[in-house]
């Protein structure tokens, strides 16, 4: 059985894909699989199900929710189920199962040390390779709690950050004029993220555009100071005197 949380969370058995209707429930399932073959204790499942407004009978719900996993989950020919009781709450036992997210992070880690050996085709293929597991946001949003939130934020950085080094392997690899399209799409999402500024500042500068990157500059520039009333950061700013001195070796240098 695989576990897809890169995304709508979802079950796959085989080919066959389910999920759960249940908000409640879902964040329930959500919440164990974070946390997989660790104790969640019921206070944490409780405050991630329903936050600080507890009903006044939480513990009578939460069992009723893990039985109702416990149903959900149930596969014919496996003895026994993968939530146990353990005090002072329950756990998700991962067996021989797999989680789409930990696939993600071991190729991201990978890749990043491919890169580090200069490897960039290799890790290239491996950051492909593991951005290519996902299909929406995080958990598709679901749940506000503590550990979900936690789980949500680092799992997006690492997102961004495996997007940065690919599109770095790929200007070490000379694919700049292809990039251009992709990383204007990339800084008009992630309008505060510098990384993209100067990918795009050096593919359109080693596409003979020039007066283009400088433009990017600028509107990276502008964009920081009314966000948030800072000056872009030192490497970005010596991108721009090097595209203004047309130094192609500093160019090179500001790939990371």
Known sequence: MKYELLGTLRVVDDDRRSSISAPKIEVLLATLLVRADHVVTTDQLMGEIWGERLPRRATAGLHVYVSELRKFLHRPGRADGPIETRSPGYVLRRGSDSLDYQAFLELTDLGRARMREGRHAEAAELFDAGLALWHGPVLGDIGTGPILRSFVTRLSEVRME?????????????????????????????????????????ALCRSERRADALKVYQWARTTLIDELGLEPCAQLQDLHRAVLQADERVLELCVA
């Open 162 to 202: 495996c997007t940065e080094m690919l599109v770095d392997c790929r200007l070490q690899l000379g694919h700049h004029r292809e990039l251009i399209g992709t990383l204007f799409t990339l800084t008009t999402e992630n309008p505060l993220r510098e990384a993209f500024y100067r990918q795009l500042m050096l």
